[in-house]
């Protein structure tokens, strides 16, 4: 069965898009299309499209804001499943009578750290300048100066690939550097985040300096996806390609930025293929010049071109 069938057979009442181009929905802006492209508006959806997918055997691949992504020019099997739609914010009570804020898996982290703010709650200000979703940063366990998703995370509710939903409380699966411990092929649907009370001025403040510090080292005016390789440990990625005298280093249109080594860009039209290219060629440099052995941070999804 083809992913535009099985919707048609579902009822989806969400927004469909056929041969979508996978390329407007990742900050690289590169990927050939996917199959069809589905954004359930609600978890109940999310539960009959995830459910149907998999009785009928139909790839399912989850996209949060696709900040995190190379998908690749021949573009992605099946059904990509945006949960974009999947966006809100609600203040609850917790066991032992903490504060958390529970919050939908599409919802952007830029705007859940303000809400937050405005709240007088502490501890999502290092999240305030990373441009993804919550799911994709639960996935991922997102983190930045020093400070992790996982040390704010409570609980999710998953949709496993049988579409049966659970609650997974965070202490309950290991979570490393960028991997939350997420099962394969769930759907992080909700989190719910324990938070600190403090002064929203000194709150938005420290965020305010976390962005600041970013603009000042980071190329935001580029198509990146962030950090291409993940920091080996005790090191830092761009430090190793720096060293290595790979700034500037171009393959088509992907480059490594001049401003951040460990940033590769579409400087210009890349496809996934400069991409990957140029990404092999940092590694095999930095592995000739330092021994270390780069691992991407960025997730490779999606089908060669003629594949
Ligand atoms: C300019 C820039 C700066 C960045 N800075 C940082 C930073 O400081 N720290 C950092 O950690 N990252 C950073 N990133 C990378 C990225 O923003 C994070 O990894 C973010 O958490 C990805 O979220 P997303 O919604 O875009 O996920 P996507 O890119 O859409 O997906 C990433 C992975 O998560 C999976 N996924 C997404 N949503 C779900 C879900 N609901 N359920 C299950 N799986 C899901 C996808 O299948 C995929 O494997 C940066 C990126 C950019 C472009």
């Known amino acids: ?11 989806f009442a969400g927004e469909v898009r056929l041969s979508e181009p996978m390329s407007m929905h990742t900050s690289l802006g590169i990927g050939g299309p996917a199959d ?7 978890v109940g959806q999310l539960v ?8 009928e055997g139909v ?13 690749k020019d021949g573009g992605i099997d099946g059904l990509v499943i945006n949960l974009a739609k999947l966006d809100w914010i609600i203040k609850e009570n917790v066991e032992g009578g903490d504060i958390a804020i529970r919050s939908g898996a599409g919802t952007p982290l830029p705007k859940l750290a303000n809400f937050c703010a405005d709240e007088g709650l502490s501890g999502l200000e290092f999240a305030a300048g990373i441009p993804g ?4 940063a639960v996935y991922m366990n997102a983190g930045a100066y020093g400070y992790e998703i996982k040390d704010i995370l409570y609980k999710t509710l998953l949709i496993k690939e049988d579409g049966k939903a659970s609650e997974l409380i965070a202490g309950e699966t290991r979570k490393e550097y960028r991997h939350g411990g997420i099962p394969e092929n769930a759907a992080v649907a909700e989190a719910w985040f324990r938070l600190v009370p403090g002064d ?3 709150i938005k403040a420290r965020a305010s300096e976390f962005i600041k510090k970013r603009r000042a080292s980071q190329p935001l005016a580029e198509k990146s996806a962030g950090s291409t390789f993940k920091n080996p440990p005790g090191e830092k990625a761009w430090k190793l390609i720096e060293g290595a005298g790979l700034k500037g280093l171009s393959v088509g249109g992907a480059a490594v930025s001049g401003k951040h080594a460990n940033f590769l860009i579409n400087a210009s039209g890349a496809t996934a293929k400069d991409f990957i290219a140029l ?12 021994g270390f052995d780069l691992e991407p941070e960025v997730k490779i999804v999606g089908r060669d071109w003629n594949a």
């Open 48 to 55: 009959d499209i995830v459910k149907g997918a998999w009785s």
């Open 133 to 136: 979703t919550v799911g994709g």
């Open 200 to 202: 929203p001025g000194a």
């Open 36 to 42: 069809a492209m589905v954004f359930p508006e609600n």
């Open 59 to 71: 790839p399912a691949f989850i996209i949060g804001n696709g900040t995190n992504l190379l998908v």
């Open 1 to 11: 069965m083809t992913a535009a069938e099985l919707i048609g057979r579902l009822k």
């Open 279 to 290: 990404m092999e060629i940092v590694k095999q440099k930095v592995k000739d010049k330092t």
